[in-house]
């Protein structure tokens, strides 16, 4: 055996910086659910005893809470006065709720990973699935409040004005399917923007359809949006003007039958917008820092949710164009293309 110890050495480099983010990551979990960056981001600089006092935690702890985020570029050090602080980019990613660059949503999804790990190692055995229900709810959380912000910057400015003639029906006045629609973000965008149009989300996971509900009340949009129980395969209604699917087309059993349902449920000169995870049609297209966050996701959540559903196709986060043009024609759609991209989205618009 020859180790190439200068190989061996740059493979070393990256555990460090990769085990230093995974523990890192609990200190963000933990600062998020306290509010300590939303404290230090309104307070400015300040010293660890001052943001214990103002977040009614241990000034020892926070010392150490503060030390963890410096080492980790998410706070401002300065040694002169011994004060921590948030720069402007730093409180816009980790404080300001709703920012297009909120990242602590991403984190609890990560926390949801590590519950699941007796789950997922079993599974990994049995080949059995494990549905997107039998995670820790700090999924449905972490997941809404990550999705949330790109929905919010791009939905509504990028996507929709993308896909043919939808934005003139929005306006004009449509009826709206977001399926798979979790805790409701996207339907609920929609809805903010397009007041004549109405908006029905689907989701096969109860709770999240509850606190769907309860968020639209929250809104003042429970005139216009309802949220149901439902799957992809046989959720309700006919004539939709627009049927969304966002980050779930993946994580179905059986997608063809969900886009032979989505067909079947469209009016005449209706389309169907599908986002998913922005990948490359072969692997090592997505061997990059965006496709080791997917295929992660996708080994713990979306692969494990499809196989627990009837068919268990498996796209996998990392689908690609080519395998869901695959789906969508095999659904009945003549046609698909796709409409935008982002750094972490794809989108495609299907018409009969
Ligand atoms: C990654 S989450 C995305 C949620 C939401 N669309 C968003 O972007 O925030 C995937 C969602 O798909 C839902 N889902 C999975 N399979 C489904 C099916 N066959 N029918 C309806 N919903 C399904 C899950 O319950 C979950 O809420």
Redesign the pocket.
């Known amino acids: 055996m020859t180790i190439d110890t200068a190989r061996l050495d740059a493979f070393m480099g990256n555990f460090v910086r990769d085990i230093g983010a995974v523990m890192h990551a609990a200190t963000v979990v933990v600062g998020d659910q306290l509010g300590l960056y939303k404290a230090l981001a309104a307070g400015g600089p300040m010293s660890a005893d001052e943001l214990a006092r103002r977040t009614e935690t241990d000034p020892r702890y926070l010392l150490e809470w503060l030390s963890s985020q410096a080492a980790s570029g998410y706070v401002e050090y300065d040694p002169a006065t011994q004060r921590f602080s948030l720069s402007e980019e730093q409180a816009f990613a980790l404080a300001e709720e709703g920012s297009p660059a909120f990242i602590p949503g991403a984190f609890q999804i990560g926390m949801a990973q590590f519950k699941a790990v007796p789950k997922i190692a079993a599974a990994l055995r049995t080949g059995l699935g494990v549905g997107?229900?039998e995670h820790d709810a700090a999924l449905?959380h972490g997941?809404?409040r990550f999705?949330?912000p790109g929905?919010a910057a791009n939905l509504v400015a990028q996507w929709l004005p993308a896909l043919d003639g939808a934005e003139d029906r929005l306006r004009a006045g449509a009826r709206v399917a977001?399926?798979?629609?979790?805790?409701?973000?996207?339907t609920l965008i929609m809805a903010e923007a397009y007041p004549t149009s109405t908006f029905v989300g689907?989701?096969?996971?109860e709770p999240?359809i509850a606190y769907a509900r309860g968020a639209a009340e929250k809104a003042g949009l429970a005139d216009r949006v309802r949220f149901e129980v439902?799957?992809?395969?046989d959720?309700p209604g006919r004539d939709y003007d627009l049927v969304t699917?966002?980050?779930?087309l993946h994580?179905?059993?059986?997608p063809v039958g969900?886009a032979a349902h989505v067909r079947h449920s469209l009016a005449d000169g209706g389309s169907w917008m599908i986002?998913e995870p922005l990948a490359g049609d072969r692997l090592e297209d997505n061997l990059n820092p965006v496709g080791r966050i997917f295929y992660s996701a996708s080994t713990f959540?979306?692969t494990p949710?499809?196989r627990s559903?009837a068919v268990g196709r498996c796209l996998g986060a990392q689908a690609g164009e080519a395998r869901l043009r695959e789906v969508v024609t095999a659904g009945g759609f003549g046609h698909f293309r796709r409409a935008a991209e982002t750094p972490f989205n794809l989108i495609f618009e299907a018409r009969a």
């Open positions: 997107w229900h449905f997941t809404e999705f949330r929905y977001d399926v798979g629609c979790g805790h409701g973000a996207s689907y989701d096969y996971h999240s439902a799957t992809a395969q959720y699917v966002f980050d779930c994580d179905m059993g059986d969900a986002v959540i979306c949710a499809s559903q």
